[in-house]
């Protein structure tokens, strides 16, 4: 059973363009969020989180909505640039130790 | 600063053959963990440590074995490989702090078991 689903499993978007990313989450014991940018042949590399008792979380061009009732996530890139072309990953940390689960992955291009 | 490094960068085995990847942070980081990533699935936990000397199970631990006999270096072991165990292996680590509970991760291990 996932407990972290990314259901787009890729997406394209316009250069300069708003790139949404959906999470949605099934444990209601995660009491963090957080996103991961990878790039081919890298580990992934941190890119902003969220607590659950917050409903947004902005740092720069990234910005992560959290929708506690609906157990969902939202990450938006405002404007996408070609850099940002990698697979993104949500991960849920459950507040019982230190057991992060992570979402599959969603594979976003940024097209010139 | 390396930040977390991972030895070696590939390798291949055989079957029921054994090895160990060696992870090591430079970030004086408290927290330490070994994931594995397979094709269409994100990151899963096999071992994690919250610091020298202790480690834990995470979601996918069966046919793996760690230690941490140091802060920085944290040890993942496989006995007898299988195919099953071919995958790309992530070490990561992190802060003990409350609210920074991001992690950095090395550039991964890909293993091929035949």
């Given at each position: 059973d996932q407990q972290v689903k990314q259901n787009s499993p890729s997406l394209s978007v316009q250069e300069?363009?708003?790139?949404?990313l959906n999470c949605d989450y099934t444990n209601s014991m995660f009491d963090y969020f957080l996103?991961?940018?990878?790039?081919?042949?890298?580990?992934?590399t941190f890119l902003i989180s969220i607590s659950s008792i917050k409903d947004k979380?902005?740092?720069?061009?990234?910005t992560v909505f959290l929708n506690k009732s609906a157990k969902h996530l939202s990450l938006h890139i405002v404007p996408s640039q070609p850099g940002d072309s990698a697979v993104y990953f949500?991960?849920?940390r459950d507040n019982y130790g230190q057991n992060f689960v992570f979402g599959p992955g969603t594979r976003l291009s940024v097209l010139p | 600063n390396a930040g977390v490094t991972q030895t070696p960068k590939f390798r291949v085995l055989k079957t029921g053959q054994s090895m160990t990847l060696l992870c090591a942070q430079d970030m004086n980081h408290e927290y330490m963990y070994w994931y594995r990533q397979d094709p269409g699935m994100g990151l899963r936990l096999i071992h994690y440590s919250v610091g020298e000397g202790t480690t834990a199970k995470g979601e996918v631990p069966d046919g793996y074995n760690v230690s941490r006999l140091k802060k920085q270096n944290f040890l993942l072991g496989l006995e007898s490989a299988a195919?099953?165990?071919?995958?790309?292996y992530f070490c990561a680590s992190s802060r003990l702090m409350s609210g920074a509970y991001e992690q950095y991760f090395g550039p991964g291990t890909r293993l091929t078991v035949t």
């Open positions: 300069g363009r708003i790139s949404i996103w991961y940018k990878k790039y081919p042949a890298e580990g992934p979380n902005e740092d720069g061009r990234f949500c991960a849920g | 195919p099953s165990q071919t995958s790309v």
